[in-house]
Each structure stands twice: as structure tokens, then as C-alpha cells.
């Protein structure tokens, strides 16, 4: 217990006097509101009503998401057709064709006046280790430089009549390899084979499908 030495009535202390307890204390107003032993209140008003519990509501488990069925993988797509490749195969040395050239001549003649027409784009590739293509001129070895000027032409029917030409393009380059474009306009249809002929430099058979698919002519030495 707390003890204490109270003073006389006019404040003075005497000597000697036994300590005594402390008065019991009375709430303020600012103690009503808390609960004092035994869950009393200290100003004996009544316990405020208690708020009104809500009881908890469990909310309803959504739905799983329908999952769509697996589609079955789609069968692999056959590669559509591409240009045919015809080689022409030169000599090491001396630069000589190992096909023989033809040359052909524009024979005149109305057996493809009626005959409708289609146009045919390929491709020549020279490829060599001493080939130097740039960005818009290609450098030949010997025996291939005069490839540059040559002219591509397309003969068919019977007897064989030259039925188109056209020079090639340079399109690009590498360290032993240059690329070169033509396009081969009013080609006749409907003919069993066409002969495509680099000038100087040999020929290749194509079909008529093969003619509209594209033209790769490879030239490698």
C-alpha cells in the first residue's frame, strides 16, 4: 500500500509522525467510461449496448471456366512447288561450257499467234571462288565475264521457233557467288516442253508448270 506523511491543517510537517495510506481516490469524468474491478463501471451507469454482430456470409465458389477440347494438330502442309533448278557445269581451266551451246534463231511463223501467253521470272547464280559480287556490279573470272551481257531465250514448238527473250539483270552479290534476274514475257502455253538457253552458255528443258513456277538457272565452276 502507498504510504505518505501528511501535512498539518496549516501545511507544516512534524517530525516523527507515522506515515499514512492515501485516501482512496474518486473517479473524474474521464474515468466513467473504463470498468473497474468485478466489471462494475466506476459511476455505476449501465454497460452500453453492444453492437450487433453480423454473421459471416461465405460467398458461393464461382464456377470453373469451361475449357475448350484440344484440337487435334493440324496434318503438316506440303511444300508448294518451286522454281526447278537446272546446272550448267563449266570447265575449271579454261572456262569452257561443258554443255554445248546452241544458238537459235527467231523463226518467224503464226503457229503461236492464237495461243495464249504467260510470263516466266527466274534467276541465274554463278557461283565460283574467285567471283566478287557488290552492291551493283559482279566481278568473273575469265571465261565467265561475257555472262554479264548475255541474253536468256526460250524456244519451243515444232519445229522449234524462239518464242522469247530477255536479258539478265544484276541483282546481288557475294564473296563467290552473284545473282542475276530476267523475266521472260509472252511465253506460248500449252506446249509439251520449252528449251531455256543462256546465251553461250548451254540449255535446259522445262515443262510448261515448271516455266510458270519460275526458271533457276546455276552456273558453278
Given at each position: 500500500m502507498a504510504m505518505h506523511y501528511p501535512p498539518l491543517a496549516n501545511g507544516a510537517y512534524r517530525v516523527g509522525d507515522p506515515p499514512q495510506p492515501f485516501p482512496p481516490s474518486r473517479p473524474g469524468p474521464e474515468q466513467s467510461a473504463r470498468l473497474a474491478p468485478g466489471g462494475l463501471y466506476w459511476d455505476g451507469m449501465p454497460r452500453p449496448a453492444q453492437p450487433p454482430q453480423f454473421?459471416?456470409?461465405?460467398?458461393?465458389?464461382?464456377?470453373?471456366?469451361?475449357?475448350?477440347?484440344?484440337?487435334?494438330?493440324?496434318?503438316?502442309?506440303e511444300p508448294g512447288p518451286g522454281p526447278k533448278r537446272g546446272l550448267i557445269a563449266v570447265g575449271a581451266t579454261a572456262g569452257v561450257v561443258a554443255v554445248s551451246a546452241l544458238v537459235f534463231a527467231i523463226v518467224p511463223g503464226d503457229q503461236f499467234s492464237s495461243v495464249e501467253t504467260f510470263e516466266s521470272r527466274g534467276t541465274l547464280t554463278i557461283s565460283a571462288p574467285v567471283i566478287l559480287g557488290g552492291t551493283s556490279d559482279c566481278i568473273l573470272p575469265p571465261g565467265l565475264e561475257d555472262v554479264t551481257n548475255s541474253r536468256v531465250s526460250v524456244q519451243t514448238g515444232d519445229p522449234?521457233?524462239?518464242?522469247?527473250?530477255a536479258p539478265i539483270q544484276y541483282q546481288d552479290g557475294t564473296l563467290g557467288e552473284c545473282t542475276f534476274t530476267f523475266s521472260l514475257d509472252y511465253v506460248p502455253a500449252g506446249q509439251p516442253t520449252y528449251l531455256v538457253s543462256l546465251q553461250g552458255h548451254g540449255q535446259l528443258d522445262y515443262t510448261e508448270q515448271e516455266m510458270r513456277d519460275g526458271v533457276d538457272i546455276i552456273i558453278e565452276r
Open positions: 454473421a459471416f456470409q461465405q460467398q458461393p465458389a464461382q464456377a470453373p471456366m469451361p475449357v475448350a477440347p484440344q484440337q487435334p494438330p493440324a496434318p503438316p502442309q522449234l521457233s524462239q518464242v522469247a527473250e
